[in-house]
């Protein structure tokens, strides 16, 4: 099944808080699992990626955590202010046929509360 | 560093017309994707062309087309448009083909089918 299911599909938190949005895959073929934050007219920007082979990787106030045996992913975003305010998408990369194709979950709308 | 520009930024098209939307990925990168977002989803993979060759096309009719040109530059192609082909259309731009290799969005052709 080449589907990413994303979760939630809206979250409102408040400033200061931890920010989680949770993703899920079938596709053993995928190998590469980046975030993108994306901003009204604007182009979803790379936030941070992990391979399956890694737990958990720390940018900053943004984390991935990995479950490759319950094929699951997750960001926490900590100490969440009003400028993440943006739609989130979870995306899984897989080679098909020469092409790297990146599938995208349906996006996070995430709203930090001053 | 330039990043990925695309143009032009908003297009309005009537039925049955045909549009051709630009890209030029950033300085380096020898791989253009093409990914339509319709309001409220992820984007969708269109086509991957790396080194002016098509490397993969994901599942869209044959009235789109693209082209990658001797400088990188790519052009996406839509004939006899449809009102469903209304939608934001993202051009990526990467180093490799690789899957862990990042992708990087321009802001985007915001396409409307009147």
């Known amino acids: 099944q080449q589907q990413v299911k994303q979760s939630p599909q809206s979250l409102i938190v408040q400033k200061g808080g931890i920010s989680i949005i949770n993703c899920a895959y079938e596709n053993t073929a995928f190998d590469y699992f980046p975030w993108y934050q994306q901003f009204p007219g604007k182009g979803p920007a790379l936030l941070i990626a992990i391979r399956p082979d890694v737990s958990e990787k720390k940018e900053g106030r943004f984390t991935i955590s990995f479950n490759k045996s319950a094929k699951q992913f997750s960001l926490h975003i900590m100490d969440s202010q009003p400028g993440d305010s943006a739609t989130y998408f979870c995306a899984a990369s897989w080679r098909g046929r020469g092409a790297q194709k990146l599938v995208f979950g349906q996006g996070t709308r995430l709203t930090i509360n001053p | 560093d330039a990043g990925v520009t695309q143009s032009p930024t908003h297009l309005i098209k009537t039925r049955g017309q045909h549009v051709t939307l630009r890209c030029s990925p950033i300085s380096g990168h020898k791989s253009v994707s093409w990914y339509q977002q319709v309001l409220g989803q992820g984007p969708q993979f269109i086509f991957q062309?790396?080194?002016?060759?098509?490397?993969g096309r994901g599942n869209f009719p044959d009235r789109f087309s693209a082209r990658q040109f001797p400088n990188y530059s790519s052009e996406l192609n839509v004939n006899a448009l449809l009102l469903g082909d209304s939608a934001l259309y993202l051009c990526?731009?990467?180093?490799?083909?690789?899957?862990?290799?990042?992708?990087?969005f321009g802001n985007g052709t915001r396409l409307t089918v009147t």
């Open positions: 990526a731009s990467s180093p490799t083909t690789d899957t862990n290799s990042p992708l990087h």
């Open positions: 062309y790396y080194e002016k060759e098509e490397r």
